[in-house]
Antibody, heavy 117, light 107 residues
Framework: EVQLVESGGGLVQPGGSLRLSCAAS????????IDWVRHAPGKGLEWVGR??????????QYAASVKGRFTISRDDSKNSVFLQMNSLKSEDTAVYYC????????WGQGTLVTVSS | DIQMTQSPSSLSASVGDRVTITCRAS??????LAWFQQKPGKAPKSLIY???NLQSGVPSKFSGSGSGTDFTLTISSLQPEDFATYYC?????????FGGGTKVEIK
């Protein structure tokens, strides 16, 4: 069974940092893209970024709103993708989801990030 | 960036109604489009990928069509469990982009 489980969310002050994890199971991790998508309160879904698969050398892609502040990495030995979030702003407050591949057939349950003083 | 424009942004419908949601891309995206359903407090659920392919386990009352710039999601007979917000997403080019969402409410 395919599973994606996010962790690492919490309350952080503006300007602070947080690292989210997405632990995967039930499939050959290195074969698949993993996306980060967020849902801010009262807003629509926003794509944050992607870790491409081994065929694309695990290249990371980012939305303009987070480029230069967020970094996506992955550890295939742990079947995990990470989202390092620096210089956090109040507008980064959202539930963060990881999802697999184009069309995002599989999603995690999400982890809440709150940026507030 | 490719802009995805969904319409309407909200609609009220009755159980049993046929509902159509439209998504327009600002440039051609072939059939690189997915549709998602999201209920409050829940993760999105994938309904359709590659514009018209139903995800495994999704009821056949959902259907998708279109190619290029214009796409539709149709629910043939609305049921109580279908009241939710629906999003389209293009995966043709980076950055991936979502439509603004369509909230389907009970009339």
């Amino acid at each position: 069974e395919v599973q994606l489980v996010e962790s690492g969310g919490g309350l952080v002050q503006p300007g602070g940092s947080l690292r989210l994890s997405c632990a995967a199971s039930g499939f050959t991790f290195s074969d698949h893209y993993i996306d980060w998508v967020r849902h801010a309160p009262g807003k629509g879904l926003e794509w944050v970024g992607r870790s491409e698969n081994k065929d694309y050398s695990y290249t990371a892609q980012y939305a303009a709103s987070v480029k230069g502040r967020f970094t996506i990495s992955r550890d295939d030995s742990k079947n995990s993708v990470f989202l390092q979030m620096n210089s956090l702003k109040s507008e980064d407050t959202a539930v963060y989801y990881c999802a697999r591949d184009n069309g995002a057939t599989y999603w995690g349950q999400g982890t809440l990030v709150t940026v507030s003083s | 960036d490719i802009q995805m424009t969904q319409s309407p942004s909200s609609l009220s419908a009755s159980v049993g109604d046929r509902v159509t949601i439209t998504c327009r891309a600002s440039q051609g995206i072939s059939n690189d489009l997915a549709w998602f359903q999201q209920k409050p407090g829940k993760a999105p659920k994938s309904l359709i990928y590659a514009a018209s392919n139903l995800q495994s386990g999704v009821p056949s009352k959902f259907s998708g069509s279109g190619s290029g710039t214009d796409f539709t999601l149709t629910i043939s007979s609305l049921q109580p469990e279908d009241f939710a917000t629906y999003y389209c997403q293009q995966f043709h080019a980076y950055p991936l982009t979502f439509g603004g969402g369509t909230k389907v409410e009970i009339k």
